[in-house]
């Protein structure tokens, strides 16, 4: 009779140990099937694949910590402990840690709700207080930004009360540049029109055509230009530069003069 009590005693355990890693690998195969299929309707990168993404970690975590749970408990009533009273009392215990613990609470809300609301995603480059990086880790209790510099932040999720995201929308490069007053402002324009139908067709992470908006201003010793263009997100700065280059160029291969600062020195008889 001993022998019986003990044989489930000492398998029990491990068998649903077994059972509950099997259901957390079906688990997860069938979430990644599910994301999958979603993502490939999704640009690579983009912000929906990039929240899509955030959402199938955080889900294979909460499966993991519920399958966990059932398997605890279930292991405990082998040993003949009363589950109901297991659960009345961490209920109690969950009021009182509740009050020791509202940090970590208000954590876990905060949390939810950056996930329910968007906010940012794993991948997303966001700026928070004065801190501004690459979202490596989201989590319901921190999140963790790592910056161009390779130091990595850590945040509890209820301090993050204000986030710009720069991943939301597309940006714009900005290039301005200045030309002499001597140009012949109609050739300078037309040329400039012409280049941006060559870099509109050459440039690299455009989200729409690049233009000419004209004089931006006038300055002491040139007359100042602006071309834009819209990018994918973060691309503009590689954009500017590749533009830069492309504006210097052309405005050597048509003689129009780039003015730079000059002092002129008189001497005095």
């Known amino acids: 009779m001993l022998e019986k009590i003990l044989i489930p005693q000492i398998y029990l355990p491990i068998i649903y140990i077994v059972v509950a890693f099997i259901i957390n690998f079906i688990c997860k195969k069938i979430v990644k099937t599910i994301i999958n299929t979603k993502e490939k309707s999704l640009e690579k990168g983009s912000y929906n694949y990039k929240k899509t993404e955030t959402f199938k970690v955080l889900l294979n975590n909460f499966i993991k910590y519920i399958i966990a749970v059932f398997t605890g408990l279930a292991i405990v009533t082998v040993y003949g402990v009363d589950v109901s009273s297991v659960l009345a009392g961490l209920g109690i215990l969950?009021?009182?840690?509740?009050?020791?613990?509202?940090?970590?609470?208000?954590?876990?809300?905060?949390?939810?709700?950056?996930?329910?609301?968007?906010?940012?995603?794993?991948?997303?480059?966001?700026?928070?207080?004065?801190?501004?990086?690459?979202?490596?880790?989201?989590?319901?209790?921190?999140?963790?930004?790592?910056?161009?510099?390779?130091?990595?932040?850590?945040?509890?999720?209820?301090?993050?009360?204000?986030?710009?995201n720069y991943n939301m929308t597309n940006s714009m490069a900005i290039v301005d540049f200045g030309v002499s007053y001597e140009s012949n402002m109609s050739q300078v324009e037309k040329v400039l029109q012409k280049l941006a139908k060559t870099l509109t067709e050459t440039l690299p992470d455009l989200k729409g055509e690049v233009q000419v908006l004209g004089i931006e201003k006038l300055d002491d010793s040139s007359v100042v230009y602006r071309m834009i263009a819209p990018t994918k997100s973060l691309s503009h700065y590689n954009v500017q530069r590749i533009m830069r280059k492309e504006i210097k160029e052309c405005l050597d291969k048509n003689n129009i003069k780039i003015p730079y600062p000059q002092i002129e020195v008189y001497h005095g008889k």
Request: charged share 20%.
């Open 94 to 164: 969950g009021a009182l840690l509740g009050l020791a613990l509202q940090d970590f609470a208000k954590d876990i809300i905060a949390g939810i709700g950056i996930i329910l609301e968007n906010q940012y995603a794993i991948g997303d480059v966001i700026t928070v207080g004065d801190f501004t990086g690459e979202v490596v880790f989201l989590g319901l209790k921190t999140t963790r930004i790592k910056s161009w510099d390779g130091k990595v932040k850590i945040i509890a999720n209820h301090n993050i009360d204000e986030v710009i």
